[in-house]
């Protein structure tokens, strides 16, 4: 099965100073990797993905993230943090061992917290 | 992107007793997937649905405790059956983003959940 590991449970940064996120993978095949990010009490919304073409990859709000296969690593990235980037983050791989073959395997998250 | 809603949006149970939860999105989608996470904790696939077969249930995952309809290619229901206070969790429903033609590899969109509580 593909699994991701995230690396830090929670983040505490200060408004205006850069952010990351850690997320290593495991894969048997070429993975499809996503950020997801949940803020309190509101759904899902995806932040950005990554499906073998580009390595580094833009997504909404500023972020990015860059898959580096040497390091089995996909870690989320933005330079200013701001007040509203608080929130839980997942990184998340496409699973096709599930037995359905499209689980969305969900890392335990990183919760985000953005200081003055 | 789909548009995805959730009834109830949540709801506070006794244990033993049974919940259904409807999903309804505004376009026609080939796949809908349930997805359960428990307090503090991340997101589990409970099952994967078909329109006009049964779902596809992942490992610790059964029919008899989590029946599934798909009625239609918009429409989809979970049932939490002879629920106990394990059970408290928020409970999703996703489509695949591609819509009508499923990937492994495609990002998937999430409703808003539904938050049960059983006491």
């Known amino acids: 099965a593909q699994s991701v590991t995230q690396l830090d449970s929670h983040v505490s940064v200060s408004e205006g100073t850069p952010v990351l996120l850690r997320c290593n993978y495991s894969?048997?095949?070429?993975?499809?990797l996503f950020w997801y990010v949940q803020h309190p009490n509101k759904g899902l919304q995806l932040l950005l993905k990554?499906?073998?073409?580009?390595?580094l990859v833009k997504g909404i709000n500023g972020f990015e993230a860059e898959f580096k296969k040497s390091e089995t690593s996909f870690h989320l990235t933005k330079p200013s943090a701001h007040m509203s980037d608080a929130a839980e983050y997942f990184c998340?791989?496409?699973?096709?061992?599930?037995?359905?073959?499209?689980?969305?395997?969900f890392g335990k998250g990183t919760s985000l917290l953005v200081t003055p | 992107s789909a548009v995805i809603s959730q009834k109830p949006s949540r709801d506070i149970c006794q244990r033993g007793t049974s919940l259904t939860i409807q999903c309804q999105v505004d376009?026609?989608?080939?796949?809908m997937f349930w997805y359960r996470q428990q307090p503090g904790q991340s997101l589990t696939l409970i099952a994967t649905?078909?329109?006009?077969?049964?779902?596809?249930?992942e490992s610790g995952f059964v029919i008899d405790k989590f029946p599934i309809s798909r009625p239609n290619l918009t429409f989809s229901t979970l049932t939490v059956s002879n629920m106990s206070p394990e059970d408290s969790s928020i409970y999703l429903c996703?489509?695949?983003?591609?819509?009508?033609?499923?990937?492994?590899?495609?990002?998937?969109?999430f409703g808003p959940g539904t938050r049960l509580t059983v006491l």
């Open positions: 376009s026609q989608v080939t796949m």
């Open positions: 894969s048997s095949y070429s993975p499809s």
């Open positions: 649905a078909n329109q006009g077969s049964e779902a596809t249930y």
């Open positions: 998340v791989v496409s699973d096709r061992d599930s037995n359905s073959g499209y689980a969305l395997n």
């Open positions: 996703s489509v695949a983003a591609s819509g009508r033609v499923t990937y492994s590899y495609n990002e998937q969109f």
């Open positions: 990554y499906t073998s073409a580009a390595t």
